[in-house]
């Protein structure tokens, strides 16, 4: 009887090397489909793997026209690398679109929290950012609302809580009408803002006027420093990204 000669396994290692080849081929189509900001956090990956998600390849840079905190403190387990890196990007558009003006760098400061991205927007007596004693914007409101919109509307996955303050001995603009009307009025506004400009609806998770109770710290009370408007950006599926918030340790 003839036997049939033996084959050995060559057709297997072919064959796997076939599989190889198509799945290089499907995640080179899958990159290339990407926005910017998911290459450079692939890039990133691959060039450092074991650090992409720490505080170091995480933190945020400051710049001399918007000043950016980072606590250095906690872990960075618990979020995404993609969220952070999501943070990190917004912060640095942010600082170029706003460093347009050179009196940004005492109007908006912005840090990292343990949810989020905190940015305080200040209402100074020498650049106001509402008309008077009440929640109409100057012009120069007008353009740093529109230009937080239209940066955080490129990024519909963080919720966003707006929040009003004043600082203590706030004059009344009218009998019934003290610091905790002005400052929801003006967290109201400022949703208005954000939705002319391209935030979603569905991402405004809270709107609060908190009037003089929430000083910044380390200031007195009575400053214009606590005058403010706070937007809060949050991750959200509720990961902390940071154990201990800095919460506004940025602002001077």
Do not use: C
């Not at 200040?122 to 609302?145: A, C, H, I, M």
């Amino acid at each position: 009887m003839k036997k049939h000669a033996h084959h050995g396994g060559a057709w297997k290692v072919a064959y796997a090397d076939f599989v190889t080849a198509m799945m290089a081929l499907f995640l080179v189509l899958w990159l290339t489909a990407q926005d910017t900001r998911i290459k450079e956090a692939v890039e990133r990956a691959f060039r450092n793997p074991f650090s992409s998600a720490t505080k170091e390849s995480m933190g945020i840079i400051p710049n001399k026209d918007v000043q950016a905190t980072h606590e250095t403190k906690g872990s960075f387990d618990s979020a995404s690398a993609l969220q952070l890196e999501l943070l990190r990007r917004i912060t640095e558009d942010l600082a170029k679109m706003l460093q347009q003006d050179d009196d940004s760098q005492n109007s908006v400061k912005i840090a990292m929290t343990s949810d989020g991205l905190r940015i305080n927007v200040y209402d100074r007596s020498t650049k106001p950012l509402f008309e008077g004693n009440g929640s109409e914007f100057t012009q120069y409101g007008d353009w740093v609302f529109s230009t937080l919109a239209w940066e955080i509307g490129r990024y519909p996955t963080f919720n966003i809580e707006l929040e009003g303050h004043t600082e203590l001995g706030s004059p009344a603009k009218a009998e019934n009408y003290g610091s905790w009307e002005l400052s929801s009025d003006r967290a109201n506004a400022a949703r208005r803002k954000l939705l002319i400009h391209g935030v979603l609806a569905t991402q405004i998770k809270k709107v609060a006027g908190l009037a003089d109770t929430e000083p910044m710290p380390e200031s007195d009370p009575k400053s214009e420093i606590n005058r403010r408007v706070t937007v809060v950006l949050k991750v959200k599926d509720g990961s902390r990204v940071n154990e201990t918030a800095p919460g506004s340790k940025s602002a001077s």
